[in-house]
Each structure stands twice: as structure tokens, then as C-alpha cells.
């Protein structure tokens, strides 16, 4: 490892991730180092990624990117969570919100409420008490500086990649293309430069393996090993097409379970991006194709694309004077929107820990296990959606309802059953919210809850149950269409 300071940094790559890197980089830390980003116009970029989680938001204050001009520049809508069909059984559906549902107290969370209100006879289903919810089903939002709606967005990732490479460029960033055609090394195995096929060589103190798939340096130079999770989460492929938008946007994305995995839909302003990830022991690329094709609406616009990965990590993301950010780390299939979001965070987590004065081991091993434990919270997760499910009518879900899983998974279901505890552990993503709403949407109803209601009569209870409900009604059926709210707030400048 040589131990000099940095003062240059490279970005191999310039997709989503790379430009994420760039922007940051450059606006926050552009005085202390040159940052210098390389990309392929002939390889391009994996042109996928078109959903997002809250944090962006916050991503996207500390860049003071401001929202309307990136809405525009993106044919951004907003999304207020993930409607998921199918996929505790055939005909199942529920929402996945963004945002809090009903009224915890300092003992207990909300479900604990409402498990006692349904035992002494409410229908109202958990999801009601969610704002975000009762908005989604509506097809109705805005946003106003007093809102505490809790929103993300849909996007398109050509454009996002550009609209960031415009935002990084008038920073100081500069753009290089060409194809890298060898990684120079050291002598003592630190990386030294990236060489281009047009001959020009390129020499850093720092870089950012960005290049998608391909893994560049972090795989093909550093040998950087890789975990591989796909007995966990065995779809192992995606097809992408874009199709005419059909009817008014939805402010959620949705995704719908098959025989062999699932298809989203993710609603732009200007098209919608449409997939189909599955695993290609139970579906053949060709199946995947026409089934995507015959659950699609509005006319095709694109060429359908298949896209093969291994679910998993690599063992470490930073490895010498090397950082992996995006698909190049390591991949967890989008069903939870996650990864975007993981590569901003693991560029804040970097600048944080920026080594100004070299590369030392101490924070090389903090940012790989804080990283890794944040991808394995994310990885628990996605596992859940598709372990806790009564189908059984494929082999493709007769192994994911039978596979063992991480015991970190297996003890949260038991919680959840037994009690109806749920928590977010500390520097995980997902908020005890996402846990209940997809543990109960998936079919796992608690035996137990909390005896807190105790301290309530019932009438107090159902009185208070029914408040929420109302109040939460009431404000939504003041909201505008979503698309009309995109229509007025998303207008080119
Ligand atoms: P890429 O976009 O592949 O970029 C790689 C870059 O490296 C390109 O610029 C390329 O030209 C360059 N490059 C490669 N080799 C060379 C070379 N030899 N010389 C020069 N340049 C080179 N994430 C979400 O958050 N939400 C989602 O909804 C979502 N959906 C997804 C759906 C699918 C099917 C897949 C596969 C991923 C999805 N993701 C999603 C993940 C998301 O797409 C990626 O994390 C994101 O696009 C970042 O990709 P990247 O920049 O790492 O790689």
C-alpha cells in the first residue's frame, strides 16, 4: 500500500455510480483533490436503475441539487412506495410504504395497537393507518415545504447520468472517454494508472472502480474475491424493455411476482421502464421474454435486453488504494430499490473517512464492515419477500419457502411471529416499518403482541384507531392527482 497523500482521484466508469462519485467528489472535496472520471461511449453504461428510496433526497440536499430542475432533466415522478402482487400467494397484494404508519408509543410500535384492535373486531387493514398508502392506492400526491409526506423517486437513468455529468463538469471534474484497456500496478500491487486504447495513460492516487459488471479493477486486476449469495436469492437474470406510458403516472412502483420470479413497472413522465428478473433454472431467456412482452402495456420502444448476474458481494469493497461503488461491489436484485441508494452512501461513507493522507488499514476495514453490514441488512430483507410466501405452486418457490436462511433473517421472522417485535438495528437501512409491512404482507401474523393496550380500554382504542384513519383520509382526499402535480411541478425551466 503506498502511503502518500491523495490528492487525485480516477472514477473508471460513468454510470449512475460513477457520476454519483463524481458529483460528490467534486462539490464536496473539489478543493482538496483533482477528480478525473473515465468512461466508454462504446461499452456504455448498464442503462437500468430507475428507481430510488427516500435518502436521495437527502443525497441531493448535500449536493444543493435543486428538485424541480432535476425532475425535469430526469422525467422524474415521485414514488411513495412499492405495491407488491403475488408474492405471499397467488392473488395476494400489498403496498410497501415509505413513511410511518399509525402512532407508536415509547414501549411499543404501532402494530401492537392495531393487532389488538383486530382481535376485538377491526377490518381495516394495517396498511390504512399509512398516509402514503391511502395516497399511492389514490394516485394522489403533492409536496409542500410543511409536508411530512415521505417520498422518493422514478427516474430515467440516461438522463440522471447526464444531468449528474453537467453538475460534476461545471465543478471541476474532468471527463475523459475512452476504453481502458489495462490497469498498471505498482510493485507492491497498489494500482497505478489506467491505461486507454488511444495510449494515454492515466495515474491516480485513489480510484473509484465504477465499471459496472466488468469489475475492472476491483475484480480483474485485484482479484478482489466474491460472495455469492445466489442460493439465497436465486434469480440470476433481467430483462429490460421501455414501453409508451398508458393512463395517468402511479406514484409507486409496482412489482409483481410469476412463476419464476418477477416483472416491475416503473412509471415516468415521459415512458415507463418495464423488467423481468428471474432465475434461468425455471425460466428460459426466451420465456422471459414473451412473458415480459405480454404483461406489458402501451407500445414497446425499445429492444428487450437480458442482463445476467451473480447475486452476492465481494469480500471487501475497498481493497488497496481501490473503492468499488455500484455493480462493480457486488449485486442484490432491485425489488427494494436499494442500490442506488448504496453507492451514495458508500461515497458519503468514503468522503467521511477520505484518506487525505493516505491509505491506512484502519480505515480500509471501517468502511468495508460498515458497508458490508448495510448490504446485509438490505440482503435479509430482500430474502424475506421471498422465503416468507405460501406458494408452492413452482419449484422456483417451492425452494425459495424451503431454503435455510442467514440466521440474522431467520431471527427477525421468529421475533415477528412469536411477538410481533420488529426493529432497525443500528446503520441499517430498512426502518421497523418496512419490516412489518412486508412480514404481515407476506402472510406472517404475529401469535403474540404487546400488553400495552392495557393501559387503554378498548373504546379508547377503537376511538383512537378510527381518528388516525379519518384524519389520514381527509388529508389525502385534499391532495391533487399525482399527475397533475407532476404535470405543474415538473415543467422544464
Ligand atoms: P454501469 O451503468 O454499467 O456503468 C459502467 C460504466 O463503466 C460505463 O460508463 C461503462 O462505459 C464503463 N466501463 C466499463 N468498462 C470500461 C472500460 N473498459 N473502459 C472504460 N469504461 C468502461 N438500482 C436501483 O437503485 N433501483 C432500481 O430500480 C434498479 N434496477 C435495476 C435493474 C436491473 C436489472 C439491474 C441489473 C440493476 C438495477 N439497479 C437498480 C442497479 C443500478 O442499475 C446500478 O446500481 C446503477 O445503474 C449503477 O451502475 P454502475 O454505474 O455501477 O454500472
Known sequence: MQNNEVKKVVIA???TAGWVAAAALSKKLGQFVEVILVESDQIGT??????????????????????????????ATFK??????NWGQIGDHYIHPFG?????SFLADFQHFWLHGKSKGINAEFGEYSFEIQAAKAGKFATSKNSSINYAYHLDATRYAQYLRQFSEKLGTKRIEGKIQL????????IKALQLESGQVIDADLFIDCTGFAGLLIDKTLKTEYEDW??????????????ESVGAAAPYVTCTA?????QWHIPLQHRVGNGNVFCDKFMSDVEAKKHLLDNVQGAVLTEPRVIKYKTGRRKVFWNRNCVALGLSSGFVEPLESTSIYMFMNGIVRLMKIFPFNGVTKSSIDEYNQQSIAELENVRDFIILHYHATSREDSEFWRYCKNMQVPDSLSHRMELFRENALAFQ???????LESWTHVMLGQGIMPKHYHSIFKTMTDQELMGHLSNTRNTINTAVAKLPSHQDFVNHYCKAP
Open 46 to 75: 448498464v442503462g437500468v436503475g430507475e428507481a430510488t428510496i427516500p435518502p436521495m433526497k437527502v443525497f441531493h440536499s448535500l449536493l444543493g441539487i435543486d428538485e424541480q430542475e432535476f425532475m425535469a432533466a430526469t422525467e
Open 13 to 15: 466508469g460513468g454510470g
Open 230 to 243: 445466489s442460493h439465497w436469492l436465486p434469480c440470476n437474470s433481467a430483462i429490460a424493455i421501455q414501453t
Open 183 to 190: 490497469v498498471q500496478q505498482h510493485a507492491n500491487g497498489d
Open 100 to 104: 410511518t404508519t399509525g402512532q407508536s
Open 80 to 85: 411513495l412506495g412499492i405495491s407488491f402482487k
Open 258 to 262: 410469476h412463476h419464476a420470479g418477477w
Open 425 to 431: 438495528g443500528e446503520r441499517e437501512l430498512f426502518r
